[in-house]
Structure formats: C-alpha cells, structure tokens
T-cell receptor, first 119, second 112 residues
C-alpha cells in the first residue's frame, strides 16, 4: 500500500515556458503533500508543504510566484514551474502523508521523482 | 539548529560485511528519525525509523541505534549485499510538524 505517483517522469522544455508536474496518492488520502528539489549528488531540499484546500507553505528562499503549488484534492497536488530557466533543471520529488494512520508516525511516502531539464 | 549532519559521504564495504552510517543532530525537539534508501533516478524509500523512546530498532538486516544524550543515531546494515548499493539519507522531524530535515547522504557501494 501507500503508493505515490508522479507525472511526467521526465520533461524537457525551452527556457521561458511553464511546466506542470502532478503528484498523486494512489491508494490513500493524503492530508499533507510535500515538494522537494534534489540536485545531482545532493540531498533533498524541501520547497513547500501543502494541505488540501489551503495555500502552500513555502520554505525560505523558494519563490512562491515561480513555483506554484496547488493541492486541489486529497489525492492530487501539482507543482508548476513558471517561466523555467536552465537553473531550474533538477529532480523534483513529491511525498505524501496522512497523520490519521495510528501505526506510523509522520511517515511520508515518496513519489518516483520528475527530472526537469530546461534548455 | 535544524541541521542533520551525516557521515561518511561515501562508503565501500565488502559483501557480507557491516555497513555503518552515522548522523548527528542539534535540535532536541526532533522526535522522529527515519532512514531512506534512494537508487539513482528514483525517489527515496523509507527503510526503517525510530523514535527517541527506544535505543535500538531492528528490521531484518537493518538496525538503527539511537543515543539520545549524544544526539546521534546510526544505521547498521548487516551482511551487506550488492543490492544494498544505493544512497542512504537520514532525516529528522518534530512531532506534530511533519517537515523532514534530511542529512547530506551517504553513497554506499558493496563490492563482491
């Protein structure tokens, strides 16, 4: 159980265009979804936390107007990279959690990631 | 104070040996310490996790040792296998706040 999917798995776009990445929890309702960015051979850096139906909370230094996050339902969150530039090229990973599950404490389930390349 | 320091950066272990990765934290409010395994091009997967009310947790070949007074925790992989070759991340979070703070990662290579 507890599967999280991401779409697309990879995307190449031209500089200045916008790209949308979807994150879905397939077999559970996610009360919270997280978006991370990971550069090659580096750790995961949290970008933002989103709860269904409310505005996302962005980490310090993350431009909220550039990285638009929508959490429209308990199974879907989207990250839109607006006016993408080559420095936005990275591996974007989402995770989802549900705090109602009594046997797991704060457990997050991660998606497979989306490789974004901006030319 | 939110940092989690992880060492070593890379580790080479012979097949059948014990792999040990260490993490240290400063924030005493952290109360959940998971370890994640990540293969290239994939998202991280939860391996094992511990809370500070126990000093050790074992699941199969994987063991977490936790030292609350030293603010350190470590992952031990017994009988290491080539399939264990991956990058391992420790993390920590605060109860009621699910934000995970990740360590810098350890690239583990198991050689025959």
């Amino acid at each position: 159980g507890a599967v999280v999917s991401q779409h697309p798995s990879w995307v190449i776009c031209k500089s200045g265009t916008s790209v949308k990445i979807e994150c879905r929890s397939l077999d559970f309702q996610a009360t919270t979804m997280f978006w991370y960015r990971q550069f090659p051979k580096q750790s995961l850096m949290l970008m933002a936390t989103s709860n269904e139906g409310s505005k996302a909370t962005y980490e310090q230094g993350v431009e909220k107007d550039k990285f638009l996050i929508n959490h429209a339902s308990l199974t879907l969150s989207t990250l839109t990279v607006t006016s993408a530039h080559p420095e936005d090229s990275s591996f974007y990973i989402c995770s989802a959690s549900y705090s109602a599950r009594p046997s797991s404490y704060n457990e997050q389930f991660f998606g497979p990631g989306t490789r974004l390349t901006v030319l | 104070q939110q940092q989690v320091k992880q060492s070593p950066q890379s580790l080479i272990v012979q097949k059948g040996g014990i792999s040990i990765i260490n993490c240290a934290y400063e924030n005493t409010a952290f109360d959940y310490f998971p370890w994640y395994q990540q293969f290239p091009g994939k998202g991280p997967a939860l391996l094992i996790a511990i809370r500070p009310d126990v000093s050790e947790k074992k699941e199969g070949r994987f063991t977490i040792s936790f030292n609350k007074s030293a603010k350190q925790f470590s992952l031990h992989i017994m009988d290491s296998q080539p399939g264990d070759s991956a990058t391992y991340f420790c993390a920590a979070s605060i109860g009621g706040n699910e934000k995970l703070t990740f360590g810098t990662g350890t690239r583990l290579t198991i050689i025959p």
